[in-house]
């Protein structure tokens, strides 16, 4: 049993690590964890302003899973953290994520609410004709794709919780401010002011397949987004009478959706 002043002792130089910059450590690796369309471009984008912070394309962090990839990871940035992100694909959703297996491996793991996730994917796949496609998909996108994948990264964050920091999309964009701040300790980076707006990569371009290639994230601006009005609402649906959704959705914060007739 440790005496209260030795613990205390231990906790304050736990925390002074955790804010010690990588600069001094060995060189640090993060993964972001997500569905897609989960914000994980903005939050690469933001990690990023910091100078100690890789800005690097979309990699899919699953092929370096071994230590012997080590390597390979530095030769990506010359950073002394090294950011790889790359949410889960539709025919990944019984096996993503393949995490690193070497140490040190920090993990920001993403979460966004179902209906504003699946919308997004309807948009992405469907372009115009997302609001005439079959309800069938909505089914599919909502218990398939993002109550797996959702599962995943509850899965992730229970196991490893002192590697694993969870973060929502909604706070993100509400309060960029204070999340990154938190990030960037969490992290090890040496910033310790949170940001709001991002520079453009540096030496790769925003496309659809790397990386977010719509035009909000071109804006170089956290932008709050407006509130959901539901106005598709057979997702709507879907979502308000699956109770595994319910389940995830009060896991991770959100409240049940209001009843149709209702304005949010």
Known sequence: ???????????????????????????????????MRS??????????????????????????RHRRHLADIRDMSGAPVVVLKRPAWF????????????????KIVLFRDAYETVRSLRKMIFHRLSGWTEPFFNSLLAEHYWCRVTENLLNVQEND??????????????????????????????????????????????????????????????????PTDYANRHLASVIRESERIARLRERLGYKP????????
């Open 1 to 35: 049993m440790r005496l209260p002043h030795v613990r205390k002792k231990m906790e304050i130089d736990d925390r002074a690590r955790a804010r010690e910059p990588a600069t001094r450590r060995e060189r640090s690796v993060v993964v972001v964890l997500s569905t």
């Open 91 to 106: 025919h990944e959703v019984l096996s993503y994520p393949k995490l690193p297996r070497f140490e040190g491996v920090r």
């Open 161 to 226: 919780p002192e590697a694993t920091i969870p973060v929502r999309y909604e706070d993100l964009v509400v309060q960029p401010e204070e999340v990154t701040r938190r990030l960037f300790s969490f992290i090890g980076s040496a910033r310790e002011e949170g940001v709001n707006s991002y520079n453009p990569p540096t030496h790769h371009k925003w496309s659809w397949g790397k990386d977010d290639g719509g035009t909000k994230i071109r804006s170089l601006q956290v932008q709050p987004p407006p």
């Open 39 to 64: 914000g994980s471009t903005l939050l690469k984008a933001l990690l990023a302003t910091a100078p100690d912070v890789s800005d690097l394309p979309e990699v899919d962090f699953q092929r370096f």
């Open 257 to 264: 959706l209001p009843d149709p007739g209702i304005s949010p």
